[in-house]
């Protein structure tokens, strides 16, 4: 991992090209601000977040077919559409 | 053109290419599957979006509405414009649920990263929203709601 020291309202730029650029806009016991300047092309996410999300849905495949057939008459009994 | 997809959950199934989805971007957990398609019964709640490179790796999903009526998600810039959605209005929005083999009754769905479907590019992506309101594990029911509901 490339280790580099920044201050408070310095940045780093990962590829001229695409111009994504990173500032620190502030940095305090409570951690660190983060500007984030992207293409929208490029995702950004908290890793945590999409980790969980990747996980979640990794956990989804694993649904029985005859559980969502009964689960989704109860959805239905309870929350009729259009209701 | 079809194409013959063996599922695991509703065996052999044909599909017609052009009734495939795009994802672009994959989906997380499933980055190497780009093609898929929604399965299930028309009048079912929940649906099926299964991966069309391996027919095993089918998720439940239903409307949003269904678990939350007031759900109202806000897109992050971009997000909708990557796959041609320029109207949010004519987007199909559909949650992932995760229904524990075990206790289904317990199932949650994950409302804060919901797939967005494009009917028209018939692209599609998984967006997780900026949006403290949704939770990846949102119960599909309430307690009570549960509680009559165990084993029938």
Same mark, same amino acid.
């Given at each position: ?10 940045? &780093?730029?990962?590829? /001229? ?10 940095s @305090?016991?409570?951690?660190? #601000? +983060? *500007? ?7 995702d950004?996410?908290?890793?945590e &977040?999409?980790?969980? /999300?990747g ?9 029985? @077919?005859?559980?969502a057939? #009964? +689960? *989704? ?6 929350r009729p559409?259009?209701? | 053109?079809?194409?013959r ?16 989805l795009?994802?672009p ?5 499933f980055g190497?599957?780009?093609?898929w ?6 009048g ?7 991966s ?12 949003p509405?269904i678990?939350d009526?007031?759900?109202?998600p806000v897109?992050?810039?971009?997000t909708?414009g ?5 109207d ?5 929005v559909?949650a ?21 479907l ?12 900026t ?14 709601e ?5 084993v029938?």
């Amino acid at each position: 991992m490339l280790v580099l020291s920044r201050r408070t309202g310095e940045s &780093i730029v990962i590829d /001229v090209e695409d111009g994504i650029e990173i500032t620190v806009l502030e940095s @305090g016991s409570n951690g660190v #601000r +983060l *500007g984030i300047k992207a293409p929208r092309s490029v995702d950004v996410w908290r890793k945590e &977040i999409i980790v969980e /999300v990747g996980e979640t849905n990794r956990s989804a495949a694993g649904a029985s @077919g005859e559980e969502a057939r #009964r +689960l *989704g008459e109860i959805l239905q009994k309870k929350r009729p559409p259009g209701k | 053109m079809t194409i013959r997809i063996q599922t695991d959950l509703l065996g052999e199934l044909d599909v017609e290419e052009k009734d495939l989805l795009f994802f672009p971007r994959g989906l997380p957990g499933f980055g190497q599957f780009y093609r898929w398609f929604i399965a299930g019964d028309e009048g079912e709640t929940i649906k099926w979006l299964i991966s069309a490179d391996c027919g095993s790796v089918a998720l439940p999903v239903a409307s949003p509405g269904i678990i939350d009526q007031g759900y109202d998600p806000v897109f992050p810039e971009g997000t909708l414009g990557s796959i041609g959605v320029e109207d949010p209005e004519q987007a199909v929005v559909l949650a992932i649920l995760n229904l524990p083999r075990d206790n289904p009754i317990k199932g949650t769905a994950n409302l804060l990263a919901p797939v967005v479907l494009n009917p028209a590019t018939r692209m599609g992506r998984q967006v997780v929203l900026t949006d403290e309101r949704y939770s990846i594990h949102t119960p599909l029911l309430r307690e009570e709601e549960a509680a009559g509901d165990g084993v029938a």
